[in-house]
C-alpha cells in the first residue's frame, strides 16, 4: 500500500536529515504560500530571493518549487535570513525576516555540536545534540509567525524569466559555456576559469 508522504517528509528526504535550518525554511515557505495565496510553482509562477544557503533553502525548493534549474530560485549573498517570494500571477510580493530568538542556539550548544561535527562525541553526547535539535525543529514550526519572523508586503521589479542560452566551446579547455558566460581571451572563446589563467 502506497501512502502520501507529508511536506515535511519531503523536505526530509531532499535535505538528507531533520534539523533546524529545514524548520526555518519550512516555516517561511509555509508563510510565503499562504501570504501569496500561491501553490507550488510548475514553472516560473513564484519566484523566491533567498539571501543565504542554509538548509532553510532546501525547504524552500521543496515546498515552493522554485529551483535553480527552472530560474525561479535567485540567490543574493547577503547572509540574511531573508527571504522575498514574488507571484507574478497576482503581481504580489512579500518579505520574510526571521527574528532573532528564532534563530538563537544555547550557547552550552557550541562545545557539544563541536564534538558531533568533529566526530568525538560519545553516544551519549550525540542523543543529547540529537535531542536538543529535536526541540529546536518543534520551537520553530511551533513558534507564532509574528514571533517567528518579520512579514510585510513589498513592491520590486520582478526578474526576468529565465533564459535559455547558446553553448560554446572554450578553446583552451574544450567544456561548453553559455554564451552571456564566454570571455574573449587572444582572440578566442574561453570560459572564465580559463580567461583568468
Known amino acids: 500500500m502506497c501512502t502520501e508522504k507529508s511536506d515535511w517528509d519531503k523536505v526530509i528526504e ?14 517561511v515557505a509555509r508563510i510565503a504560500l499562504q501570504k501569496l495565496q500561491a501553490i507550488r510553482a510548475a514553472d516560473e509562477e513564484l519566484i523566491a530571493i533567498v ?4 538548509c532553510s533553502v532546501d525547504a524552500i525548493q521543496v515546498l515552493t518549487g522554485c ?7 535567485v540567490f543574493n ?3 540574511k535570513q531573508v527571504y ?8 504580489r510580493a512579500v518579505r520574510i525576516a526571521v527574528k532573532g530568538p528564532a534563530r538563537r542556539k544555547a550557547p552550552s550548544l557550541k562545545e557539544l555540536r563541536d564534538k558531533v561535527y568533529g566526530g568525538t562525541a560519545s553516544a551519549e553526547e550525540r542523543k543529547a545534540f540529537h535531542d536538543h535539535q529535536q526541540e529546536r525543529i518543534r520551537y520553530i514550526l511551533d513558534l507564532p ?3 517567528f519572523c518579520e512579514i510585510r508586503d513589498v513592491e520590486i521589479e520582478f526578474p526576468d ?3 535559455i542560452y547558446d553553448s560554446h566551446t572554450c578553446a583552451v579547455c574544450g567544456e561548453q559555456v553559455m554564451e ?9 572563446i574561453v570560459c572564465i576559469p580559463c580567461s583568468e589563467h
Do not use: W
Open 51 to 54: 539571501e543565504n544557503d542554509s
Open 14 to 27: 531532499f535535505h538528507g536529515h531533520s534539523c533546524p535550518g529545514i524548520a526555518t525554511g519550512y516555516h
Open 145 to 147: 509567525d509574528d514571533e
Open 161 to 163: 524569466k529565465a533564459k
Open 180 to 188: 552571456p558566460r564566454v570571455r574573449v581571451k587572444g582572440g578566442k
Open 67 to 73: 529551483t535553480f534549474g527552472k530560474g525561479n530560485l
Open 77 to 79: 549573498d547577503l547572509g
Open 84 to 91: 522575498t517570494f514574488v507571484c507574478r500571477n497576482s503581481g
